[in-house]
Nanobody, 125 residues
Framework: VQLQASGGGWVQPGGSLRLSCASCEPTFSNYAMGWFRQAPGKERHIVAGIGRNAENTYYVDSVKGRFTISRDNAKNTVYLQMNNLKPEDSAVYYC???????????????????WGPGTLVTVSS
């Protein structure tokens, strides 16, 4: 499964960005999806996850109320809408695909089997 993330860039604090992650995989809807981020000198960790049918979602506490994960299985794409961005949100963002049961969200990175190359988000004034 090939994943390609896009939408990163530079934005001022308080601004918004929407990340997209597209796949050509015809069975995209069979995968739980997640967005991870890794800041310089820090470990990669999950930001948000979504189940196969989008009924279940997960957010790390630091982004709750600001970020929204969604997916369009007809377009084989998962999105991350990021609002009210803060400098601490600056990182390389990765999308990933996991094989999970039914519509479960996969939270641990070890559960993800396919990873995209990442897109850089910089939040600064």
């Amino acid at each position: 499964v090939q994943l390609q993330a896009s939408g990163g860039g530079w934005v001022q604090p308080g601004g918004s960005l929407r990340l997209s992650c597209a796949s050509c995989e015809p069975t995209f809807s069979n995968y739980a999806m997640g967005w991870f981020r890794q800041a310089p000198g820090k470990e990669r960790h999950i930001v948000a996850g979504i189940g196969r049918n989008a009924e279940n979602t997960y957010y790390v506490d630091s982004v709750k109320g600001r970020f929204t994960i969604s997916r369009d299985n007809a377009k084989n794409t998962v999105y991350l809408q990021m609002n009210n961005l803060k400098p601490e949100d600056s990182a390389v963002y990765y999308c990933a695909a996991a094989i999970g049961p039914k519509d479960a969200v996969v939270v641990g990175a070890e559960g993800y089997v396919y990873w995209g190359p990442g897109t850089l988000v910089t939040v600064s004034s």
